[in-house]
Nanobody, 120 residues
Framework: QVQLVESGGGLVQPGGSLRLSCAASGIFFRFYGMGWYRQAPGKQRELVATVGSSGNTNYVDSVKGRFTISRDNAQNTVTLQMDSLKPEDTAVYYC??????????????WGRGTQVTVSS
């Protein structure tokens, strides 16, 4: 049984920081690329950041220099450190796992999301 469980969301003022975590179970974690997506009210879900099975990272332009994605293969977790938050970062943030090695290819799993609200 596969589970991705997000935590760390909440309310923060503009310019503040939050740290999101995603705990994975039921998968061989280091065989998966991990990502964070977000969806704001009335908008499509967008890819925010990814970290591959090899540790390579990518970011959407709007968060470059402010967000950092990382993974801990010993703990089966992926983290999104969010600094200098802006109101437009307000969204539900979702954890995603995509199989990248061997028999995991084609597998795709989602968490249920955690709310991030940036407001004064």
């Amino acid at each position: 049984q596969v589970q991705l469980v997000e935590s760390g969301g909440g309310l923060v003022q503009p310019g503040g920081s939050l740290r999101l975590s995603c705990a994975a179970s039921g998968i061989f974690f280091r065989f998966y690329g991990m990502g964070w997506y977000r969806q704001a009210p009335g908008k499509q879900r967008e890819l925010v950041a990814t970290v591959g099975s090899s540790g390579n990272t990518n970011y959407v332009d709007s968060v470059k220099g402010r967000f950092t994605i990382s993974r801990d293969n010993a703990q089966n977790t992926v983290t999104l450190q969010m600094d200098s938050l802006k109101p437009e970062d307000t969204a539900v943030y979702y954890c995603n796992a995509v199989g990248a090695i061997g028999v995991t290819l084609g597998r795709n799993y989602w968490g249920r999301g955690t709310q991030v609200t940036v407001s004064s």
